[in-house]
Nanobody, 122 residues
Framework: VQLQASGGGLVQAGGSLGPSCTASGIVFADYTVGWYRQAPGKQRELVAWITHGGDNSIYVDSAEGRFTTSRDNAENTVFLRMNSLKPEDTAVYYC????????????????WGQGTQVTVSS
């Protein structure tokens, strides 16, 4: 299994970025995909997830209204559109494969991409 993330970069506060993550070696459509981020000195945190069919997605409070995740199962790719970026969004962003538990919580499997750096300057 490989997850290749790309599309990070450097942007000024208020700007936008759209990282993506492409999977190989799996039946991509079988998995819910989560987006995580890890800022320097902090723990990795879940930002958003999208169900295997793309019909439902959930965002943490800090991302709600600014981030949108989508997927193209034909291309084995998931996208994260980030608008109105803030300096506190600076982190390495990772995609992850997982599933949704009965209580609507995301359970991550041990499938991670290498991450893509997002830096937001003030």
């Amino acid at each position: 299994v490989q997850l290749q993330a790309s599309g990070g970069g450097l942007v000024q506060a208020g700007g936008s970025l759209g990282p993506s993550c492409t999977a190989s070696g799996i039946v991509f459509a079988d998995y819910t995909v989560g987006w995580y981020r890890q800022a320097p000195g902090k723990q990795r945190e879940l930002v958003a997830w999208i169900t295997h069919g793309g019909d439902n997605s959930i965002y943490v409070d800090s991302a709600e209204g600014r981030f949108t995740t989508s997927r193209d199962n034909a291309e084995n790719t998931v996208f994260l559109r980030m608008n109105s970026l803030k300096p506190e969004d600076t982190a390495v962003y990772y995609c992850n494969l997982g599933k949704i538990l009965g209580n609507n919580n995301y359970l991550s499997f041990n499938y991670w991409g290498q991450g893509t750096q997002v830096t937001v300057s003030s």
